[in-house]
């Protein structure tokens, strides 16, 4: 398990590292960048998190899959929010937007967070 372990933190490393070191191209909103990013990480590191948790689940703490399961619900409408709202702001970047979209990453990030933590916490 620990090696799965492994293989999901080494993947969603190199993907942080490589969506994370992209630069902000002169006249990018650097929030539209942020919420793309954090899309495509966010997702990547759920959906190796589920996929873990789902193969280990006979073997994992009852809180792991209890976390999986919130996470099962809540991550398909706040990416897909987070989505909307950033082709939203794209559109109309007023501060209102703007307020939308830097809850909509928070959200989203929040998910991811707990994720990590739970495959850390698994790893040691």
Partial sequence: ?????RNVIATVS????????????????PLVVRAEQTTKI?????????????????TLDKEVTQVANEIR???PDAIRMLRAV?????AQRDPETKTQLVAAI????????????ILAKNYE
């Fill in 86 to 90: 950033t082709k939203a702001y794209k």
């Fill in 1 to 5: 398990m620990k090696t799965q372990i």
């Fill in 73 to 75: 619900l809540a991550a």
């Fill in 14 to 29: 190199l993907l942080v590292l490589l969506v994370g070191c992209a630069t902000v191209s002169p006249g990018t909103d």
């Fill in 106 to 117: 928070s959200k989203v990030e929040a998910l991811q967070n707990k994720a990590m933590q």
């Fill in 42 to 58: 966010a997702f990547e590191v759920i959906d190796q998190f589920l996929a873990w948790e789902y193969n280990n689940r006979a």
